[in-house]
């Protein structure tokens, strides 16, 4: 196997296995919003029967949208790894705009806290470690979506600049009616 290859599937490896454990964090959030909505509540709180569904809901849609955000990167970073050029549609475009989406807002948000780091104050806790781990997934996702794209340009780019075949017929292509629809004479 040429070592570019090599490359490739290490980086789809590492790309699954950081998707995985945030996805898997995710779920994890989901699965105890569940646990939430059915312990019984107080007799106090009403609210809670009616609008106690919201919350998973919500992180029930966002585990949704990241885990198909999560197979348009593996697929986009497979067509790479054979040099393809993807045909985009909506779908596509969508996984990948909800990737970039998910992950963008922690890059600003890391870099906040190198910034007050780097000034002597301490923004991140390491006390529930999964919550770092997760946290720092988002922007690795980020770079990996990121990447991605830029190899996918590179080889529109190269792909686009190699030379047509020549035409190797002797017959000259059939000429073409102006309406096609009309039977010939």
């Known amino acids: ?4 290859h090599k490359d490739a599937d290490v980086n789809r490896f590492l790309t699954l296995m950081v998707a995985l454990y945030f996805l898997g964090s995710l779920l994890a959030g989901l699965l105890a919003n569940i646990a939430d909505i059915m312990r019984p509540a107080p007799a106090g709180l009403a609210g809670q029967a009616a609008f106690g569904w919201l919350q998973p809901l919500t992180s029930g849609t966002m585990w949704l949208c990241a885990v198909f955000a999560t197979a348009s ?3 986009l970073q497979r067509c790479n790894e054979r040099g393809e050029i993807r045909t985009w549609n909506a779908a596509r475009v969508a996984g990948i705009v909800l990737m970039l989406a998910l992950t963008l807002p922690s890059v ?3 870099a906040y806290a190198l910034w007050d780091w780097t000034n002597g104050r301490q923004t991140v ?5 999964a919550h770092l781990l997760t946290a720092l997934c988002q922007p690795l996702l980020f770079a990996a979506c990121a990447g991605a794209l830029w190899r996918q340009w590179h080889i529109v780019r190269r792909l686009r600049r190699l030379p047509s075949e020549p035409h190797t017929s002797v017959f000259p292509p059939p000429p073409t009616r102006s309406h096609p629809w009309r039977p010939r004479r």
């Open 73 to 75: 990167l593996l697929q």
């Open 125 to 129: 806790s390491f006390v529930p470690f």
């Open 108 to 110: 600003r948000l890391w």
């Open 1 to 4: 196997m040429p070592k570019a």
